[in-house]
């Protein structure tokens, strides 16, 4: 049995349309759970930035579709990384795995009314992500205690398994601080 280039193709087309079902599943079932739907142009409203400038949005080897629930402080990104944030053969870089925790736990903090810098972020890795796989991570506000916010953060594979969580502390610039 002989392969042609365009055997390839569809397979690598099926492949891509299941990742893409998988993506657009799991969206639903976060936001049937009560999440709602946010992006850059809702912080916009009140940071001054664009899509374009905004490291995880405008990142074209990131999946991204965030969502909220504000009563509980909580953030939930669906996400798939694409194979330029490759580590370890066929893996998700851990500097692209921090970025995505350090992102979501700051998107927690923001949306609970504070605008806060990364001071400090921690994470354990548990276990590697496959490139190409559809994951959630999950934040939420844990204090704060003055100009400091604690935030924590995780993220899961379908089935619950966590991948690497994180803890952060993100401080409110002293010139922010003193405004309010």
Partial sequence: ???????????????????????????????DAGNKPFDVKFMAK??????????????KEFSVRMFHKREENKVTYVVRAGERVQGPPGYVHGGAIATLLDD????????????AMTANLNINYRKPIPLNSVRTVEAFLEKQEGRKLYA???????????????TG????????????
């Fill in 152 to 166: 924590k953060g995780c993220i899961y594979d379908k089935d619950g398994s966590v991948h690497a969580e994180a």
């Fill in 1 to 31: 049995m002989t392969f042609s280039y365009e055997d390839g193709q569809r397979d690598s087309n099926n492949v891509q349309n299941n990742l893409e079902e998988e993506f657009n599943t799991l969206c639903m079932q976060v936001e």
């Fill in 169 to 180: 502390l993100f401080v409110v610039p002293r010139h922010l601080a003193q405004e309010k």
């Fill in 104 to 115: 979501c736990l700051g998107s927690a903090v923001f949306l609970s009314g504070s605008f």
């Fill in 46 to 59: 009140v940071l001054p930035i664009k899509e374009e400038q905004h490291f995880i949005a405008a990142n």
